[in-house]
């Protein structure tokens, strides 16, 4: 909900369900004190707060704080030459290949369901992303779409073949740099308490957060 229910669809809503999930500050602030005299206790969700990083940060990788990045996309330029197309429904076939190695190599599912869905609904969801061969031979792939009315782009999926070393730095920096300008932000979700996922996500310096909270009636 984009506000707080009234109070008796809120307490309806509690004895079906265990939690309220993904609160943003926006709902919360202004209620947080009636919530809490209803027995609703309100705690930060870390491991779901969405990665918030300038576009242009990670389309240039300029600066000290980027030289181990920079040095990676360098030499993954330098071994392979690379070619990136905008993945339509035309070469989903491609990056199903991409996927199905993907997950050959990692030995577990992940978001493999996920994925293979949104690449069959490409177009009816309007998503939007790229594709990268090695001669050609599909590498990786990444899609999201477009939100906050075009000022923002969300990375949803990103999928590369770890053989080639550097693929998802090169990834990033590839597809933050053929954005239009206009996109000032990419949200690049959350980490999902994976802790190396998390360090992966903080090595790029992110801007800020997309903050959630989740409520439960004590």
Not at 4 to 15: G, I, K, Q, S
Not at 114 to 127: D, F, H, N, Q, T
Not at 188 to 207: C, F, H, I, V
Request: aromatic share 12%; charged share 30%.
């Amino acid at each position: 909900p984009c506000a707080v229910p009234p109070e008796d669809v809120l307490e309806d809503l509690f004895r079906t369900h265990d939690f309220w999930k993904n609160i943003p500050p926006s709902v919360l602030l202004p209620a947080r004190e009636g919530l809490e005299r209803r027995g609703i206790e309100v705690a930060e969700d870390r491991n779901n707060f969405d990665y918030l990083y300038l576009r242009s940060d990670l389309a240039d990788l300029a600066g000290k704080k980027y030289h181990k990045k920079r040095n990676l996309v360098n030499a993954f330029t330098a071994a392979f030459q690379v070619r990136e197309e905008h993945l339509t429904e035309k070469l989903t076939g491609d990056a199903l290949l991409v996927l199905e190695d993907w997950r050959e190599n990692r030995g577990e599912d992940g978001d493999y369901g996920p994925a293979r869905e949104a690449l069959g609904l490409l177009g009816v969801l309007k998503l939007r992303g790229s594709i990268w061969y090695v001669k050609d031979r599909p590498i990786g792939w990444c899609l999201g779409e477009s939100i906050a009315r075009g000022r923002m782009f969300a990375i949803h999926f990103e999928k590369g073949l770890d053989e080639y070393k550097g693929i998802y730095q090169y990834m990033n920096q590839s597809f933050a740099a053929s954005l239009p300008a206009y996109y000032s932000r990419l949200n690049r979700e959350q980490d999902l308490g994976d802790e190396g996922l998390r360090q992966a996500k903080m090595t790029y310096r992110p801007s800020g957060f997309v903050e959630k909270y989740t409520g439960r009636k004590v």
